[in-house]
């Protein structure tokens, strides 16, 4: 046998256990809010190892990490730094158009449907119209996370498309807690804030701070806040780990519809949160709020943004840039 080929097996053998071993497997990043309970309760009751099990994989490991903003998110998984990454449904689809045909990022299930509010400390500021170049906008990553997405289709719908990031220069990049302090606090050049549960909740407490409009105001209706997303390879190659992620998500997601209530303790416990159980249990509860994995309303995000030049690639329909596993449930 040539000297180079009995090299290149030998290596390859060498290598088959490690890629085998890649089951089993998996780093997992979330942001803040409430819309990240289904993992919570995935983290607390070990659903993915429960589900692994089951499928044949002994101690999976998990690693949970928390990141705020949809930038970060996504260069961490083009990076292999993470496997999957979670965020709203623009940051995603904005990586699923990027990706075709090469790294195919695509969704792995909702995370839920719930309104954010775009809130304002300013007694002036009544309407969108009102906002200036006097306010600041707070999201979580200005320009092209989910809140500055949803601002974008709105603002096109009121002033035409060419001026649909009219908001975007006076938007800056802040976490929720930070943003939600600082509106509360006044003072500071942020006089808005694109808000999500539970923060949105804490602001209107405060008599200053008003509600300008819904994200379901903007589309129609209940919508898909968040998802997670990960790469082709990484549902190709750990088909187990993947299906045990899945399954671990829908139970979640049945956990928390059977007794919100404990839920809500699952959210303090999970992140540390000082937030009274009875305030954190009417978020859970809240007729708005839906915490279910089938997307809603994703595929209106898919049409306008490649409408507004933002995806270059055009969706037939959400199950284009959802895994297959999603296909099972409703969405749209």
Do not use: C
């Amino acid at each position: 046998m040539n000297h180079r080929i009995r090299n290149t097996l030998l290596a390859a053998a060498l290598l088959a256990p490690a890629l085998a071993q890649a089951e089993g497997s998996i780093s997992i990043a979330q942001q803040f809010g409430i819309g990240y309970l289904i993992l919570d309760v995935v983290k607390e009751q070990k659903l993915i190892e429960k589900h692994g099990k089951a499928l044949g994989l002994d101690n999976v490991e998990v690693d949970w990490r928390t990141i705020s903003g949809a930038t970060a998110m996504n260069e961490a998984l083009l990076a292999n730094a993470l496997d999957v990454v979670s965020a709203g449904v623009p940051p995603m689809l904005t990586v699923w158009d990027r990706t075709r045909g090469k790294q195919n990022v695509k969704a792995i299930a909702s995370l839920g449907s719930m309104p954010n509010y775009l809130l304002s400390n300013r007694a002036e500021v009544k309407t969108l119209d009102d906002l200036s170049d006097k306010d600041r906008i707070a999201v979580p990553a200005a320009g092209v996370g989910f809140q500055s997405r949803t601002l974008q289709i709105e603002t096109a719908k009121r002033y035409g498309n060419a001026d649909f990031q009219r908001f975007d220069k006076i938007s800056v990049s802040l976490p929720h807690p930070d943003a939600t302090a600082a509106l509360l606090a006044g003072g500071s050049e942020i006089s808005a804030h694109f808000s999500s549960p539970p923060f949105q909740y804490q602001a209107l407490e405060n008599p200053k701070v008003h509600k300008l409009i819904s994200s379901y105001d903007i589309l129609g209706g209940q919508a898909t806040f968040n998802v997670l997303y990960t790469t082709q390879k990484f549902h190709d190659e750990n088909p187990k780990t993947y299906k045990a992620f899945y399954d671990a998500l829908v139970e979640a997601s049945r956990i928390i519809k059977a007794d919100k209530a404990k839920a809500a303790q699952t959210y303090i416990d999970v992140e540390q949160s000082k937030l009274p159980l009875a305030f954190v249990q009417k978020i859970v509860e809240d007729p708005e709020i839906d915490f279910t994995v089938s997307p809603e309303r994703t595929f209106i995000y898919a049409e306008k943004l490649n409408e507004l030049g933002v995806l270059k690639n055009k969706a037939a329909s959400w199950k284009d840039y959802f895994f297959e596993e999603a296909h099972v449930n409703p969405g749209s």
